[in-house]
């Protein structure tokens, strides 16, 4: 007999949630450098890269999502087109790596953790929910 296919565990999922400049990211940094294996993935951060003129130029559906985003009665629904083509990158992501034992996402809303772990087909091991000051989440997102 041959031998069997090696059976890759279920990646660790880890979920940061929190306003914008509460310090997500920096948490997420923080877990990959404890936690070897895994990979942060800051969903904001690609929802700006799949927005820029460089993505909409290369991407029919990208540049759909864009004037879509543009129009403020169909903003809700580009948002969640936006946010399928940010889960299936990070799910594609997750499964062309051999190395990445896990994820460290941030900026998910609360309301799509259970169709991520669909998508992903693995349980969040840990949410991490931050608290600011508005006023501290304000002047570190006039500072970006």
């Not at 580009?78 to 990158?89: C, K, Q």
């Amino acid at each position: 007999m041959g031998d069997l296919p090696a059976v890759r565990p279920k990646p660790l999922l880890i979920i940061v949630l929190g306003g914008p400049g509460s310090g997500k990211s920096t948490l997420g940094v923080s877990l990959r450098a404890a936690l070897p294996g895994l990979c942060t993935v800051s969903s904001g951060d690609l929802a700006r890269l799949a927005m820029s003129d460089t993505a909409k130029a290369g991407s029919p559906l990208l540049y759909s999502i864009a004037r879509q985003h543009g129009d403020r009665r169909r903003r809700k629904q580009a948002a969640g087109r936006l946010n399928e083509v940010i889960a299936a990158s990070m799910v594609a992501a997750l499964g062309s790596s051999t190395t990445t034992a896990g994820l460290v996402v941030d900026g998910l809303r609360a309301g799509e953790l259970a169709r991520f772990e669909g998508l992903v087909n693995a349980r969040i091991a840990c949410i991490f929910w931050l608290e600011c000051p508005r006023e501290v989440m304000i002047a570190r997102s006039i500072q970006r």
